[in-house]
């Protein structure tokens, strides 16, 4: 089995459709949105989830306030500030809390607090055509969306197995932190999308940095470089540098909104025919051509460089 | 009054509207700057500046210091599966610890202490009469969420009373959270396309859990459908502007410029924001 992942560091540059044309372009496959807390995959896969499973992950505290005698000594423990007097009763805010337990080890009465699993979100599996997809809604202010998205990550791999499917495509989360750690193990090689913009290549940087700190493949795709084609030559150039393969640049197409925000892709008229057979190669390069590990030069210290 | 610009989606201009508000403001009195997207700061690019005072951010790791009985009590209370009690020793994970303290308060030995690890910095700068607070974490580290809030209690505190504006990372779960957590408005920036409706509802929905006001600006309002706007007039949300795509402010963000003084369309969402924020003062519901 193969598992291939589109990310890019910077949101908004084109991650959810690409991912949603290469599914279709590869015909069978699993796709899997890693973006749980704000998932668009399923707007472009449509069909209905055949399966829906509550995630539990992590408990929250809460106190009783009966035997409670009131000595705030959890509050005085807790680092979240997730305890607060309300004048009558210590109580447990359950959005700040993590569930560390550091409140039950510091009160001075066993069985005052106690806790619950805590329901982080639901993750759903659906069938759109010869596509499967894997996808997951987080709860409301919730903060185990690493957790969910190794889980969802996993399911898709088990349902590829179950099925004999041989790809799976990750549609990475934005930015460089605990998400898209835990979307990144695993992986045979990743696409990063950008685009040519002072804030697409900082970004890009910086998720080229993080692939080479994990060891992953990659290669790149300038997504509407053609709004600024020079800034587009200069991220060219350096990606030559440090050694990353471009897998394709995607122009821009007004049309492509407008057929995404009719849930349909870009890959049919009115896009026009350059535009799709630039996605139908990129797909073949990201799939089958190069990639490398980054080769990165050293980060220069923060003060030192102009903001 | 602190000012928290937010999408669930990324890429919908948050970063285009904070920088160039922040910029407007800080013509008429004490402004400040935060850039909260500590995974990947932009603001920095748009508001130039040549040199930035540096303070590095850590959070706190167990670390033996003392004789280790292997007891394994650390193990046992720890949450998140961190910390690991080998025969005489421990072996921390830093990208799975939530710095609770837990392990140093049960361990029977007091052999734990809590020692800093670094995650990334807080750079403070001046651009003019604006200051600017930008937050980046190390590459390679996973726990954005304190930098988030180290950099927002910063501009907070060293801020008080003045108008601070925060540039929040995208999506809604915590680093999202801690970015507008303090906030006395936040702006939803969206697009009205089907993605841009679902994240907004999202968006929405985390602050109010949250308990705080929101307002909205609709980006690239001519390239898309009426459901964003719909959405918005159900939900009773503020519109504080329609900000059409247009030349003039791509090419400025392509060359990393301030496109408030070329487009009188982005000054006009500008000045209905500040209008908004000003009433908001005078009828005294913000600071």
């Known amino acids: ?307 | 009054m602190i000012l928290s610009f937010a999408s669930g989606k990324g890429g919908t201009g948050k970063t285009l509207l904070a920088t160039n508000l922040a910029w407007m403001l800080s013509k008429r009195g004490p402004a400040t700057y935060v850039d909260a997207d500590v995974e990947e700061p932009n603001g920095h690019l748009f508001l130039k500046h040549k040199t930035a005072r540096l303070e590095r951010v850590a959070v706190a790791l167990p670390k033996l210091q003392g004789s280790c009985t292997g007891c394994g009590v650390c193990q046992k209370v720890c949450a998140f599966h961190a910390i690991l009690a080998l025969k005489d020793r421990v072996m921390v994970f830093p990208e799975l610890c939530h710095s609770c303290g837990a392990c140093v308060i049960a361990c029977p030995e007091r052999a734990l202490v809590e020692t800093p690890h670094e995650i990334g910095s807080i750079s403070r700068a001046h651009l003019g009469d604006l200051q600017l607070l930008s937050g980046r974490l190390d590459v390679g580290q996973a726990r954005a969420t304190p930098l988030v809030e180290a950099v927002v209690e910063a501009a907070t505190r060293e801020h008080e009373g003045e108008l601070v504006i925060v540039d929040s990372p995208p999506g809604t779960s915590c680093s999202a959270m801690a970015a507008v957590r303090r906030a006395d408005l936040v702006v939803l920036v969206t697009e009205p396309t089907p993605f841009g409706l679902n994240d907004l509802k999202l968006a929405v929905e985390m602050c109010r859990a949250l308990k705080r006001d929101v307002v909205a600006v609709v980006n690239r309002s001519d390239l898309g459908d009426q459901e964003v706007a719909l959405y918005l007039e159900r939900e009773g949300i503020p519109t504080l502007g329609q900000l059409p795509f247009h030349r003039s402010i791509a090419t400025a963000y392509a060359q990393g410029q301030l496109a408030v003084g070329r487009s009188a369309k982005l000054r006009t969402v500008l000045d209905a924001i500040i209008a908004y924020c000003d009433d908001r003062t005078f009828e005294g519901r913000t600071p």
């Not at chain 1, 991650?15 to 949603?20: D, G, Q, R, S, Y």
Request: hydrophobic residues 40%.
């Open chain 1, 1 to 307: 089995m193969k598992t291939l992942a589109v990310f890019s560091g910077k949101g908004g540059t084109g991650k959810t459709t690409l991912v949603a044309c290469f599914a279709h372009l590869a015909g069978r496959a699993v796709a899997v949105d890693c973006d749980v807390d704000a998932a668009n995959l399923g707007l472009l896969l449509p069909g209905d989830d055949v399966h829906r499973e509550p995630f539990l992950a992590g408990r929250k505290a809460t106190i009783n306030s009966t035997s409670c005698r009131a000595c705030g000594a959890c509050a005085e423990a807790c680092r979240f500030d997730a305890i607060a007097w309300t004048g009558k009763d210590w109580v447990v805010d359950p959005m700040a809390c993590e569930g560390c337990g550091v409140c039950s080890l510091v009160c001075p009465k066993p069985a005052v607090i106690r806790y619950h699993d805590n329901l982080a979100g639901h993750w759903m599996r659906r069938r759109s055509g010869s596509v499967s997809l894997v996808h997951a809604a987080l709860g409301v202010a919730q903060d185990n969306s690493g957790k969910l998205v190794a889980k969802v990550r996993q399911e898709a791999s088990l349902w590829a197995d179950r099925e004999g499917i041989d790809l799976v495509l990750v549609d990475g989360p934005p930015g460089i932190g605990c998400p898209v750690h835990a979307a990144m193990g695993q992986l045979d090689r990743i696409l990063v999308v950008t685009e040519p913009t002072p804030s697409g290549l900082h970004d890009l940087e910086r998720m080229l940095r993080l692939a080479q700190h994990f060891g992953v493949s990659a290669s790149v795709s300038i997504n509407k470089w053609d709004l600024a084609p020079k800034l587009t030559r200069i991220i060219e150039e350096a990606c030559r540098t440090w050694g990353v393969p471009l897998a394709g640049r995607i122009p821009f197409d007004p049309h492509v909104p407008r057929l995404l925000a009719a849930g349909r892709l870009p890959l049919e008229p009115p896009v026009d025919q350059d535009t799709t057979a630039a996605i139908e190669q990129c797909w073949q390069r990201f799939s089958e051509g190069d990639s490398a590990i980054p080769n990165m030069p050293a980060e220069e210290p923060w003060t030192e460089q102009p903001l």
